[in-house]
T-cell receptor, first 114, second 112 residues
Framework: GDSVTQTEGLVTLTEGLPVMLNCTYQSTYSPFLFWYVQHLNEAPKLLLKSFTDNKRPEHQGFHATLHKSSSSFHLQKSSAQLSDSALYYC?????????????FGKGTKFSLIP | EAAVTQSPRSKVAVTGGKVTLSCHQTNNHDYMYWYRQDTGHGLRLIHY???????EKGDIPDGYKASRPSQENFSLILELASLSQTAVYFCASSDEANSDYTFGSGTRLLVI
């Protein structure tokens, strides 16, 4: 079945430094990949979604590139901000089954130090 | 504004009791989902539905039932609540076309 593997646990960085959160996946079909962000006591919200072509999605300074050859969709930002502290989920949508269901990774908690 | 509303926001239930979590969406979406969130496990799919009066099992359906009486409403039912069902539960809806999810604010369930 489908699966998503992320950098697990807590990632701590000093504000202003670049960040990369890893995401790799396994899927029978060619899925859409997503990054969701969840701030404390809030609902998860869509941050980025992969495109079917080679465009690189960007939002709030974050970007991610879908590499089908390595089954990866790593999240990157050149300069992390305190407001980026949150829980980040990578997810994939299995387009082959028609169910539109998302399979999530276990999440990466990202914490910034001033 | 289109939204997904969950009720209650939090609940304390007794082991063996019945619990019903409710979800209402105004997005006009066909798909609705119930996930549970646990530290170290992320978000796991319990049940989902793509049309009223029909539900499908997700990855962890044991101990849960679901009901979709209309396009707007989707309930999660714990007939015999257990300690292991203590978690935060999220409802979500999506458009079939683009897969983006809109999540509700979550229900924090404590089973004692």
């Amino acid at each position: 079945g489908d699966s998503v593997t992320q950098t697990e646990g807590l990632v701590t960085l000093t504000e202003g430094l670049p960040v990369m959160l890893n995401c790799t996946y396994q899927s029978t079909y060619s899925p859409f990949l997503f990054w969701y962000v969840q701030h404390l006591n809030e609902a998860p919200k869509l941050l980025l979604k992969s495109f079917t072509d080679n465009k690189r999605p960007e939002h709030q300074g974050f970007h991610a590139t879908l590499h089908k050859s390595s089954s990866s969709f790593h999240l990157q930002k050149s300069s992390a901000q305190l407001s980026d502290s949150a829980l980040y989920y990578c997810a994939l949508s299995d387009r082959g089954t028609g169910s539109n269901r998302l399979t999530f990774g276990k999440g990466t908690k990202f914490s910034l130090i001033p | 504004e289109a939204a997904v509303t969950q009720s209650p926001r939090s609940k304390v239930a007794v082991t063996g009791g019945k619990v019903t979590l409710s979800c209402h969406q105004t997005n006009n979406h066909d798909y609705m989902y119930w996930y549970r969130q646990d530290t170290g496990h992320g978000l796991r799919l319990i049940h989902y539905s793509y049309v009223a009066d029909s539900t499908e099992k997700g990855d962890i359906p044991d101990g849960y039932k679901a009901s979709r009486p209309s396009q707007e409403n989707f309930s999660l039912i714990l007939e015999l609540a257990s300690l292991s069902q203590t978690a935060v539960y999220f409802c979500a809806s999506s458009d079939e076309a683009n897969s983006d999810y809109t999540f509700g604010s979550g229900t924090r369930l404590l089973v004692i």
